[in-house]
């Protein structure tokens, strides 16, 4: 495949140590380059490559500083204050020195720079190209970092990727730009740049991270035998430095961890956001965009859908002339905004309107926005950098400048949240500058485009969350963007942009989520349904909204000119299994949130790759498309037609129940799973406890007042446990405290289940009064519960009993 940018080849010469003692080992070269190993903590470790010396983007806005604050103009990239920087030991002999931790070992040869890891107690991790570890242009700004591969090492993650998970073997491309009707098999680059994965060995049963802080285009290429060298890994970025975390595990649950807390941790977003999300831009293209879209509150009521929130695209600001400008309202098409917003809330559904960072040179308020220097700037004037964009020539907002930063925010609030409006859409926000050496203000301090085009994404992002922030100080804010980059999970729920219609996208959709996931940002989805192209069959849109029920977002959108929107009513024949797929989902809501909230505290993805969870399993090291909601649920999709039995590898280690039926499997063996068209293939790890409720919306049942613990012992000795998280949902309150974990603990024998219950913390009053535990069909076993209150058997012959809330003392 043809390079994007031309690679560096010039390597350092005549390396001397200039810095032997910690917390950093430095070295500089006879063209004056410098050289870096930090161990910032005991199991991360930092290296920097400079070949001017000095850093030539000189702070950082993806690694958090201390307390994990972020200013707004940055922060020193070499600022270590954040870090616990641990002691560390420094052997010298004649070939290298080495600097030692209680978890690492690092050895550097002096002479070429390269690198070997290792852990505390011997066992090789990773190691430089011996030759040329790191290059650099002599002519240009590209960098390079050469790694020697393993054959049988697996490489996931990379953002947001097209293709099979592993990405062993690949030549990966990372630029941020628009790419509608994508292949998700094979149509890299997309929307998102982030230079992270994790190696994991099943021979050493090691994980660990390399994390590569650098915004400019990015490209790698894996198990490559390039200019001679042995088979290495080859990164190479278009302008910037070699800044890069060397993150050991052992696990790649901790890899994330490490990983997040350096990046930032997810957004804890509100409650409702795990509901459906209704969308497409048929209703805001037509006329009668009003019309149309307030047909779409009727028919869910008509047809018992519950939805949370509305995506206004773009169409309501279109001008005369067709073109869009954002913050305009199209009078004709729209013309009462504020009564638009009122008759969606009355049905219950909040409203996500549409943004797009760049104005068209024809926008009626360019020439304000040129006035205030906002715009990012050409080269050698302080004129707008104009680029293509939606069918004309525009120039993108500077979000390293404070008058473009308020200019935002004024017009988000008065255009949009004024209005009631409960979300921004930032879409379109790649920023596809063409001319790299356009300039950033840089909040004072310039820089060339080229080294961060999405640093203004991820302002942008920044941006319009503090607007809504500032709207409403103690609600939390809910943001959507499809552009990104590491750090954006602070700010944003996000989805794979326009896919096209196929079941070959339904497939490979799911591991460009997966390795998303794997990349620190877990609240994630697709466009069900496919955004471009045909309708969907019906019985590819049953397949694809059960698939998307089990991601942290899950929203039907589309542009069908040809075809009509995609709606949840739109095939009479398989409409009702589509109302009982998105109902199911609301009932799992108590799961999913349960999930959210361990992946704002820990960084842990919500949708997990099966080798994440049965790294020892090597059935799972390459499988792509079947994975783990959370620690409990396996979702075996149906991405093929006419598919009504299915094999499903079911892991080892573990045993596992049929979430419909109750019978049991014994881990490591692939069965015959029936996949009728009314549900997917669904496995629950026995011992497990899964919370659900009712379908709470306030055209349908209106308190979440209902807790159903659902619970799938083992067949014989064993024990589960579950914690439950609740809060408000809505508000700050729990960043104060007011949080309630009810702790449910089984334990099971061949005789009996016993169970308890504790409330710790308990300083959220619980808006159900009891727990109603359910046993799968066929167990008969004796139910024992201090406090349990009634006890009985359905129709079905399950059994059900409660047990009540004690009152919270206050």
Known sequence: MKNEFPLPTSAPQGVHCTQPTPPTLEFTASQGERFT?????????????????????????????????????????????????????????????????????????????????????????????????????????????????????????????????????????????DNPGYSAKNGSPLYKLIPFYITYSPRTHQAFGFFYDNLATTTFDLNTHADGLPEHHRYAAQAGDIDYYFIYGPTMAEVIEKFTRLTGRMLLPPRWSLGYMGSTMNYTEAKDAQTQLAKFGRNCEHYQIPCNLFHLSSGYTLGEDGKRYVFHWNRSRVPDPQAMVDDFHAHGIRLAANIKPALLTTHPRFEEVRQLGAFIREPGTDQPQLFPFWGGIAAALDFTNPAAVAWWKKNAKEQLLDYGIDSTWNDNNEFEVQEGEARCLGFGEEFPVKYARPLQTLLMMRTSYAAQLEQHPNERPFLISRSGCAGMQRYVQTWSGDNFTSWQTLKYNIPMGLGLSLSGVPNTGHDVGGFAGPRPSPELFVRWVQNGIFHPRFTIHSWKILFGANEPWMFPSVFPIIRETIQ???????????????????????????????????????????????????????????????????????????????????????????????????????????????????????????????????????????????????????????????????????????????????????????????????????????????????????????????????
């Not at 991790?125 to 030759?131: C, H, P, R, S, Y």
């Not at 090291?621 to 499903?648: C, I, K, N, T, Y």
């Not at 016993?754 to 409330?759: G, H, I, N, R, Y």
Request: with cysteine; hydrophobic share 40%.
């Open 584 to 810: 199911f989902r609301y009932r799992l809501m108590p799961y999913l949130y349960n999930l959210l909230v361990e992946a704002a505290a820990t960084g842990h993805p919500i949708i997990r790759p099966l080798v994440y969870s049965f790294p020892d399993d090597p059935h799972c090291l390459e499988e792509s498309f079947d994975f783990m909601l959370g620690p409990s649920l396996l979702v075996a999709s149906v991405v093929a037609p006419w598919v009504r039995h299915r094999q499903v590898y079911l892991p080892a280690g573990q045993d596992w129940v049929d979430f419909y039926t109750g019978a049991r499997y014994s881990g490591g063996q692939t069965i015959t799973a029936a996949a009728p068209l009314s549900h997917l293939p669904l496995f629950v790890t026995a011992g497990t406890m899964i919370p659900m409720g009712e379908v709470v919306h306030p055209r349908f049942h209106a308190s979440d007042d209902v807790r159903k613990i659902l619970v799938f012992p083992t067949a014989g000795t064993g024990a589960g446990s579950l914690d439950l998280h609740e809060d408000d949902g809505e508000t700050l309150a729990y960043q104060r405290g007011e949080t309630t974990c009810v702790q449910i603990h089984g334990e099971y024998s061949a005789a009996s289940l016993k169970f308890s219950v504790e409330l710790a913390p308990y300083e959220y009053s619980l808006p159900y009064s009891e727990l109603e535990f359910i046993l799968p069909p066929g167990e008969t076993r004796r139910v024992e519960m201090t406090g349990l209150k009634k006890q009985w058997q359905d129709e079905a012959g399950q059994t059900h009993f409660t047990w009540a809330i004690p009152q919270r003392r206050h």
């Open 37 to 177: 190993v930090t161990a910032l903590e005991e199991d991360i470790v930092r290296v920097t490559f400079t070949p001017e010396g000095a850093p030539r983007l000189g702070r950082t806005w993806l690694v958090l500083g201390k307390n994990g604050q972020m200013p707004e103009a940055g922060r020193d990239r070499n600022d270590l204050t954040g870090f616990s920087l641990p002691p560390v030991q420094v052997e010298q002999n004649d070939s290298c020195l080495a600097l030692k931790t209680q978890r690492l070992r690092v050895e550097i040869q002096p002479q070429t720079l390269a690198l070997r890891w290792s852990t505390a107690e011997g066992t090789l991790l990773a190691a430089d190209v011996e030759k040329v570890p790191y290059v650099y242009a002599a002519a240009g700004d590209a960098v390079g970092h050469n790694l020697l591969s393993h054959p049988d090492e697996y490489y996931y993650g990379f953002g947001e990727i097209s293709g099979r998970l592993n990405k062993a073997h690949s030549h990966i491309l990372l630029k941020n730009i």
